[in-house]
């Protein structure tokens, strides 16, 4: 049964419309014909998706019924609208159907057969375009995310969540699969908490809940960027999508569902017409990090393809008798179009996306590889390499390092896992075996920023490890700064009394390695003896310092 609702005020019409659709000849049996004469019934039978297909007067309301075509993008995306009008120009009936109009029916030229063959072919066209448009059924419809807005917006004044909804399209392609992927790949990039939903206009439009802070709307915001941005195949040729989204936070950009709407919407709009690729927020100017986050993600896609990435060593100083014993390999990454990132800047974007797993293999391999050539050429450095949270939790980690240390010859006593203080806290038993697993093959385990997870003693002796870092936050300026030379003296009787090697990062005066010095620290990092420098240079810079230099 399909549901056809008259919008109007007249009688007439609405007698005229049941003898059209339940006279002789009529197809009745599959229609459902109601009525709605008010404005404002008219407006939420449209929001609450009532109809499969509108009859709406353009009197409707003194004249205001052309108005409910702008309700489409806050309600269903396939029912179309046929619009009943008394002798409107032509160029007023183009613009309606612009407007969102299936098409536009003179009340004076209105028969059956007319009326029914234009029902018939609206429903047909909207039923092509679904098909052809192939929408994921976790799209849902405008109406149900309309009110998960309204009840996320009444969450949201009780509790202190933020709620957003971004705006997000993909100008300049008209292909409907193009549009089917889109939506396939925001299904895959949101939280099963969001809500994705699509517009008659053709956007997307995405329901954030549950932000702890209104910035999350931005991370989201990049990673859609991201994911949707992807380059695709379609018809045996390439196509990249140049996504751009408009954000609105609630209450800074609307206190109701509607106005949030329309915020994001407008704040699309404005990226569209500005010709920006990426997000843009409701109120005030592009947002820069935004833009700066976008812009890198980007870059990220394929770097390590293209041999962009790079492993500096910073060497570890033992303080017993100034001798290297260690170095920690870190990664940097310059972009062809952006110069040399920080890995302030680059390394929680790839914690964020998968790529840091393939990425921190390719680390682990490098690393290995160096070491080796290292021991083999007289330097045997021990040589440490960060895991990231993913790595560790991945079932495949421990037997990777096992066959990266067979296939590079690399004694694992060369090798050290560093991990942070976070991830130790947050650990599995499953993160714990595989320590005791690495440990048992002769790899050392470090826990690095140490002191800025708070960890109590109970973690500390319940994980297998061999040496705790210091953080240079609590390394810089002391003994002069009171705080932190009291942190840096708790942390270091806390690893001396476990038996365990402490190294300070951060070092850059010789009132900090004195002060380490004194209080028994067994070796210390920091630009006081080198900055994190190239394989060759670091190789040249080892074989060239005497002890006491």
Known sequence: MIRVLFCGEREADWLILQAALYGPGSIAPRFHLSWEASLEGARQALLQNAGDLYLVDEALGGGQ?????????????????????????????????????ADVLSREELSPRLLRRTIVHALARAAARRRATDIPAGIVPQPLLHQRLESALSRERLARASVALLAVSVPDHTHERITAII?????????????????TSGHFLVLLEGLTHTAEADVQADR???????????????????????????????????????????????????GIRGARHALGPLNEKAQRRWQLRRALDGALERNEFSLHYQPQIDLRNDRIIGAEALLRWRSPQLGHISPAEF????EATSQIEQIGLWVLQEACHQAQRWYVGGLPVKVGVNASARQLASSDFG???????????????????????GLLLESSPHVRDLLKRLRA???????DDFGTGYASLSYIKRFPMDVIKID????????????????????LALGNSLGLKVVAEGVEHDSELEFLRSLGCSAVQGFYYARPMPPAEFESWARGRTPNA
């Open 224 to 274: 859609i960027l991201l994911t949707i941005g992807a380059p695709m195949s379609l018809q045996g040729k390439e196509f990249v999508p140049q996504p751009c989204i408009g954000v609105a936070v609630a209450p800074e950009d609307g206190d109701s569902a509607g106005d949030l709407l329309r915020s994001a919407e407008e704040a699309l709009r404005n990226a569209q017409r500005d």
């Open 472 to 491: 240079k936050e609590f390394v810089r300026g002391v003994p002069l700064d009171i705080e932190n030379a009291a942190i840096t003296s708790a942390i």
């Open 441 to 447: 093959l002769g790899v050392s385990i470090s826990v």
């Open 183 to 199: 939506a396939e790949r925001l299904l895959t990039c949101t939280r099963e908490l969001d809500t994705v939903s699509q517009s």
């Open 65 to 101: 019924g052309m108005e409910l075509l702008a309700l489409q993008p806050a309600a269903s995306t396939t029912s179309p609208i046929l619009l009943l009008s008394s002798g409107i120009s032509l160029s007023d009936e183009t613009l309606a159907i612009q407007a969102g109009a």
């Open 399 to 421: 037997r990777l390092c096992e066959q990266i240390l067979v296939r590079t010859g690399l004694p694992p006593g060369q090798l050290g896992i560093e991990i942070t203080e």
């Open 347 to 350: 390394v929680p974007l790839l």
